[in-house]
């Protein structure tokens, strides 16, 4: 029982797998992306010697910080996208869930946003501050339609609170399933922090943003955590509303399910400008929200009269 729990916890569906593919899901974003800028592009391993680098460097607490929690929250971004890896693919590999796992995912899912805030408010720094307020007022612009669309998959699945229910259905086959996709597909754009939506980090005007004073193996965490999150967030999508993956074909197919998510990302991440903060608020609440919202509605009405395609 001992080994099990230690071979899921760091092989699979654990740290080393959730670990690798997001190594190679960073190197296609880097080389599609440098491909579309017409460069070459880093070699594969790349992401892993980036990581390498800064662990083999000193962490330097700046002045005037709240150390003990610019040293620990880190670690808060990993924990949580590694439950919810560990969660989510056993709910679509082995069919393991329980009931109410989609609402512990998506608390777990917003810990790396938390993190990022809480490390740039503990730095002492106005600038990795000024970051972090960026990342509060961004988060609460995208939790709101994600909420409302991942409600709208709910009422497409009958109710169903356990991610095993979600993994057999296509939720997107539906028109309010296809809207609900679309709004969440952007919130999860923000929370992966690329354009248009990488306001709190803003080199050119904030230098980094909240992140500006961590260096080391500190920084090597929340870019574990960003790489991370590479697999976790497409994956719940992926779960949520495209019927998830099993094994044999079906795990193949979720496999080309999953480039094909990441590669409409990378799309958005190369073909748009940074948004202001308040243009980003905008977006979500005036934009994202009302679409899910609608999904939501259409899904109801839909579940009441019968009609699945609705």
């Known amino acids: 029982m001992v080994g099990r729990l230690v071979f899921d916890f760091f092989v699979f569906p654990g740290l080393f797998f959730t670990l690798g593919v997001g190594i190679l899901a960073s190197w296609v974003v880097r080389k599609v992306s440098a491909l579309v800028q017409w460069r ?15 662990f083999g460097k000193e962490n330097i607490i700046p002045r005037g910080s709240t150390e003990w929690g610019f040293l620990i929250v880190p670690l808060l971004g990993p924990i949580g996208l590694l439950l919810a890896s560990i969660i989510l693919v056993k ?12 609402i512990v995912v998506l608390y777990l899912l917003i810990l790396p946003a938390l993190a990022v805030v809480l490390g740039g408010m503990s730095s002492g720094n106005p600038l990795s501050s ?12 995208y939790e709101l339609p994600l909420l409302l669309a991942v409600t709208t998959a709910i009422v497409k699945t009958g109710g169903g609170l356990s991610l095993a229910t979600f993994s057999s259905q296509w939720v997107a086959a539906s028109f309010s399933g296809t809207f609900a996709f679309i709004a969440s597909l952007l919130c999860i754009q923000a929370e992966l922090g690329f354009i248009p939506f990488d306001i709190p980090e803003a080199e050119t005007e904030i230098m980094g943003g909240p992140l500006i004073e961590y260096s080391g193996p500190l920084l090597g965490l929340f870019k574990i955590s960003h790489l991370m999150a590479l697999l976790v967030l497409p994956l719940f999508l992926i779960t949520v509303f495209l019927g998830g993956f099993g094994t044999g ?3 193949l197919w979720g496999a080309i399910k999953y480039v094909l998510v990441l590669v409409v990302i990378i799309l958005i991440k190369n073909t748009n400008p940074r948004l202001r903060s ?6 979500f609440w005036y934009g994202a929200a009302p679409l899910a919202l609608i999904a939501l509605v259409m899904a109801v009405v839909g579940n ?6 609705l």
């Open 278 to 283: 308040d243009q980003a608020l905008k977006f």
């Open 249 to 251: 074909w079906e795990a």
């Open 40 to 54: 070459v592009g880093p070699p594969l391993l790349q992401p892993a010697y980036d990581i390498a680098k800064l």
């Open 304 to 309: 009441l009269i019968g009609i699945a395609w």
């Open 91 to 102: 709910a679509n590999y082995l069919a393991t869930a329980f009931i109410g796992d989609i």
């Open 130 to 141: 000024l970051g972090a307020n960026r990342e509060l007022r961004l988060i609460a612009a």
